[in-house]
């Protein structure tokens, strides 16, 4: 009952913020006002979803200790394969499909980072964590039990592709699978989150070289 309250409350938690960005939107505020705020909202639904993991304890997938060793080998391996695999699907879609490549999604936070820098910390930091913690701890592992680790994979994944509402829905479908592989494998949900972060990171770098 416990972990299931703490489930229910993380996510309320995720959902309150976007409902923030809504509200402000509603407002008509704009500008810094708008960006610092969201940008302090996701700060703290971070550190409450942090809070409420470690309240939660050890799910079913999560070892009982932590492995420096296990975490290190599986942050590389969910880092490199997330870049190969962005670079992967973005070379299937050009050469065979000819379709464009462009994310409007990553293209939009490019220009709004370049504008207010501190909101570089709610997109490389701060939604990463969530967006780990949202779609593979509590959707993805929860799911397993009455499905399976595959259909539990495929339904996460395209609840994560669907939120970004971004016309690249593939390559958001095949890495919210491969995040789910990595938490899988690590028993660990800060080495997904830290493997999203570092590839978030990489693509943001390579975008404005």
């Not at 929860?142 to 971004?166: R, Y």
Request: hydrophobic share 55%.
């Amino acid at each position: 009952m416990k972990n299931s309250t703490n489930q229910l409350t993380t996510l309320l938690s995720y959902i309150a913020l976007l409902f923030v960005g809504t509200i402000l939107s509603m407002l008509k505020l704009t500008g810094h006002p708008y960006f610092l705020i969201m940008t302090l909202a996701a700060l703290i639904a971070t550190g409450a979803m942090i809070f409420l993991v470690f309240r939660d304890g050890k799910n079913s997938i999560e070892a009982e200790k932590f492995d420096w060793k296990n975490a290190v080998t599986w942050i590389l391996i969910g880092t490199i394969g997330s870049i190969v695999i962005q670079f992967g699907v973005t070379f299937i879609e050009q050469v065979l499909f000819h379709l464009s490549t462009s994310s409007q999604n990553t293209l939009t936070l490019l220009a709004t980072a370049h504008g207010y820098p501190y909101y570089l910390l709610y997109i490389l930091i701060c939604a990463p964590i969530m967006e780990e913690i949202i779609f593979r701890r509590v959707f993805f592992a929860n799911l397993i039990k009455p499905t399976n680790v595959v259909w539990a994979a495929l339904i996460s994944s395209f609840l994560f592709a669907f939120l970004h509402q971004d016309s690249r829905f593939l390559i958001y479908l095949i890495m919210g699978a491969w995040f789910c592989f990595v938490y899988y494998r690590s028993k660990n949900i800060y080495v997904s989150a830290t493997s999203h972060i570092l590839m978030n990171v990489v693509v943001l770098m390579l975008s404005i070289a």
